[in-house]
């Protein structure tokens, strides 16, 4: 059996795209997706402090005779989130629908003509034109050029669940970025629910919410991983080959 090399090529990237994801696989053969360990938000990969434009911070101050503190809600101490490592809850609720229709449309068609006569149309006929051809005509371009297009988008998504955050880090300016993550394990599939950005202490309701549209920044991120997850995407090698094919 003769192997092209280019199937060569496309297996061998495929065998080093899903080595050490096979292996794992293989070995978790028969158990139930295992759970990510709780870590601190700034001790994993790709972990970045936020950078943002501060405006002047503004001084803490207290009124003449008086306990009350600018900028605080309650006599009492405030039991919202408020330095890093608090927690407080994120009440995710996205609803979101888009439907757009696009058609194109276009047509171009151009024509040249180019001739000489007198004395250069007689050289011309003569000397560099084949015989019967007149130089009067000597160049005639027609181009035509068409183009339609159509497309669609029919979306509609909706997702509302809560997660608790942790605070990782305090701007000059008082706003705090958070970080929350959630797993559920059903059977052997695993759901998972990401959500961080910056949030303004103002925002944080009484009871210790925000409600994920105060969140700037906002990164929500919603999907799964186990033996369904598996199922619904395509194998290695047709993903390579859906890369590596120009058509």
């Known amino acids: 059996m003769t192997i092209r090399p280019f199937l060569l090529v496309a297996l061998v990237g495929a065998l080093g795209l899903g080595g050490c994801g096979t292996a794992d696989k293989l070995k978790n053969v028969g158990k139930e997706p295992a759970l990510s360990p709780i870590e601190n938000p700034q001790a994993m990969p790709g972990y970045r402090p936020v950078q943002m434009p501060m405006p002047q911070p503004i001084p803490v101050h207290y009124n003449s005779n008086s306990l009350w503190r600018s900028g605080n809600r309650n006599f009492f101490k405030d039991q919202r989130a408020q330095n890093v490592g608090d927690i407080l809850t994120v009440k995710v609720a996205i609803t979101d629908k888009a439907e757009f229709d696009n058609a194109t449309e276009r047509t171009r068609s ?25 130089s009067s005509a000597a160049v ?8 339609k297009g159509e497309g669609s988008v029919n979306r509609s998504e909706e997702l509302e669940t809560n997660v608790a955050a942790v605070v990782t880090q305090l ?29 303004r202490p103002e925002d944080i309701a009484s009871d210790n919410t925000i409600e994920s549209s105060k969140i700037a ?18 194998r290695y090698g047709q993903q390579v080959y859906d890369i590596v094919m120009p058509f």
């Open 110 to 134: 151009a024509g040249e003509d180019f001739g000489a006569g007198g004395v250069v149309g007689s050289v011309l006929s003569k000397v560099f034109l084949p015989k019967g051809v007149d």
């Open 140 to 147: 005639n371009m027609t181009t035509e050029s068409s183009h």
């Open 171 to 199: 701007l000059p300016n008082g706003n705090m970025v958070i970080e929350g993550r959630q797993e559920v394990r059903v059977n052997f599939e695993v759901r998972e629910l990401v959500v961080a950005g910056v949030v």
């Open 217 to 234: 920044e906002a990164r929500i991120a919603y999907g799964g991983r186990g033996q369904i997850t598996d199922v619904q995407q395509p």
